[in-house]
């Protein structure tokens, strides 16, 4: 098969898993990651709730999660750059994005809305978190009211607003898997998608003033 009909699919709510055939020579699901991906350009083209989107995809393409409403989490690698138009449309229950130091460029209603009685309305509670001064930003700004935005901090393992000890402690309690960070994102100081001794040796010199920011 050469052409992947995918407007038959176009609301995916009822979708669990995706799989293009190994033979297919345009689009691909590499590594079971449940979703069509143009092979060619690396642009996930749609995804359903149980995708994992690979850390290869450069952008998220129009309405490709669109009526995903089983989609309740999902991690934005740091290859992506864009997230286009409508991206996670109508996901509803998709109630919190965190979009990486990567992404660049969202598209118009990419997320956080959903289709009211004669117009876009956003989801209730919805909130964005990102880097400051990124188009993260300028999303969660431009929404009507606005979309409550959540800075990214880098070594705010606990999630209590600084970076201290109590973070560094937070990583080594994971490490020694007593328990779980609060945030994961937050942790991985080096920005390897690993929380690793690593990321405690950079808070530490961080603290120690030994470097000035994470
Ligand atoms: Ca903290
Ligand atoms: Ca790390």
Redesign the pocket.
């Known amino acids: 098969m050469t052409t992947f009909f995918y407007t038959a699919f176009y609301n995916c709510s009822g979708i669990e898993s995706i799989t293009v055939d190994e033979d297919n020579p345009v689009y691909d699901s590499r590594g079971g990651c449940n979703a069509v991906i143009e092979t060619a350009t690396s642009i996930l083209i749609m995804g359903c709730k149980n995708t994992v989107i690979p850390d290869t995809v450069i952008k998220i393409t129009d309405y490709a999660f669109d009526g995903c409403t089983g989609l309740t989490d999902i991690r934005i690698p740091r290859s992506v750059r864009i997230i286009d138009n409508f991206a996670f449309y109508r996901c509803t229950s998709l109630t919190s994005i965190t979009v990486p130091e990567s992404v660049t460029s969202i598209g118009r209603y990419a997320f956080g809305y959903d289709f009211g009685t004669d117009d876009y309305v956003k989801i209730p509670d919805f909130s964005i978190r990102g880097v400051r001064g990124s188009d993260a930003q300028r999303y969660a700004n431009a929404a009507a009211n606005g979309f409550t935005f959540i800075e990214i901090k880098f070594g705010d393992a606990n999630l209590d607003g600084t970076i201290d000890v109590g973070d560094v402690t937070a990583i080594q309690r994971q490490l020694a898997e007593y328990e779980n960070v609060d945030d994961a994102f937050n ?10 001794i ?2 405690v040796t950079m808070i530490q010199r961080y603290l120690a003033e030994f470097i000035t920011e994470l």
């Open positions: 942790a991985d100081v080096d920005r390897d998608d690993k929380i690793t690593s990321d």
